[in-house]
């Protein structure tokens, strides 16, 4: 969005507050022309029509008392009319975060606060952006990251917002529990405190064992006797660690991944909307790199 965009659509919020709030005694801050697209600025600009929404809201889900009720309607304002001003101007905001989070994101220069914010603000209200446009704002905060920095931060934030716009395989799309008379085992690393992902396969007998999904410890090998197995493993929710395990053919989705930088072996593996705590050493960077640029990683640390 242009700056006249942006400068439009906050004209277009602070007339509806105007024309909402008609007591006097309810100030509300005016809303500034946006000079650059950083993060503080725009919720910043938008703090006052926060807080306005926070009192309109309350006439839908609560009990408002006559004197702000009188305050906030008018003689021919009926509740019913400022409900939907209210859900209209809720909609204008979010159009307005929503914007301006994919503006930050294409700017490596923004503060990485901002572009940490962004990107999260993005995945989590599932908006689509140019896959490349990530990848080259998130090359550029992989250059610059140091341990435990606000740039380091920020490359997660861009690496789980990448894997939000990657898109399971299509033999993904058909899972569910394994067939009776079938047993192959897997196992992983939980994160103490934190749920377990549920694990679903690919449906029918599978593929030669060689082939298969894999989920173990490295060196361990389940179902290697076994003639065939699922072609693929999906793990939906909860969080895992990636440290000493072999992983082949398996979609994560919605996992809050965990990485310190131990031994690992990936193949073929899609990560899909996910999360990730990864320390910033030489295996996290390369691994988060990979992430990154692809939505199936191949990765081999240590073993």
């Known amino acids: 969005m242009q700056d006249k965009e942006l400068e439009a659509l906050l004209n277009k919020i ?34 006052g029509i926060v807080a ?13 008392s006559s004197a702000i009720t009188d305050a906030l ?24 975060l929503d ?7 294409k700017n490596p220069a923004a503060p990485a606060a901002d572009l940490k914010d962004a990107a999260n603000h ?17 090359k550029t905060l992989l250059a610059h990251g140091q341990p435990n920095s606000e740039q380091w931060q920020a490359f997660l934030a861009f690496v789980g917002y990448r894997t939000f716009l990657n898109a399971k395989p299509d033999s993904a799309q058909a899972v ?7 047993t192959w085992r897997y196992g992983f690393s939980p994160i103490p405190g934190k749920h377990e992902p549920v694990l679903t396969f690919t449906q029918g007998l599978g593929v ?9 410890r490295i060196g361990v090998d389940q179902n290697g006797a076994l003639p065939r197995g699922p072609l693929l493993l999906v793990a939906t929710g909860g969080a895992i660690s990636l440290d000493d395990w072999q992983m082949r053919n398996t979609v994560f989705d919605g996992v809050e991944i965990h990485y310190s930088g131990q ?10 909307n996910c999360t990730f705590v990864m320390d910033n050493n030489i295996p996290g960077r390369r691994l988060g790199e990979e992430m990154l640029a692809s939505a199936a990683v191949s990765f081999k640390s240590g073993a």
């Open 73 to 96: 309607i008018g003689p021919s304002t009926t509740l019913t009319s400022l409900k939907e001003q209210g859900v209209s101007l809720r909609r204008d905001v979010d159009r307005l």
């Open 208 to 216: 030669p064992a060689q082939q298969a999904a894999r989920m173990d």
């Open 52 to 64: 306005t929404l926070a009192i309109i809201a309350g006439g839908i889900r609560f009990v408002v």
């Open 176 to 182: 569910g529990p394994l067939q009776p008379g079938n």
């Open 263 to 272: 031994r690992t072996i990936l193949e073929n593996v899609t990560f899909v």
């Open 14 to 47: 602070g007339h509806k507050i105007s024309e909402s709030v008609k007591s006097t005694s309810l100030q509300t801050q005016p809303v500034p022309t946006p000079t650059k697209h950083t993060w503080p600025v725009v919720v910043g600009a938008i703090a």
């Open 99 to 105: 914007r301006s989070a994919q503006n930050i994101i």
């Open 122 to 138: 993005l995945q989590q209200r599932k908006i689509q952006t140019p896959v490349q446009e990530v990848v080259s704002t998130g």
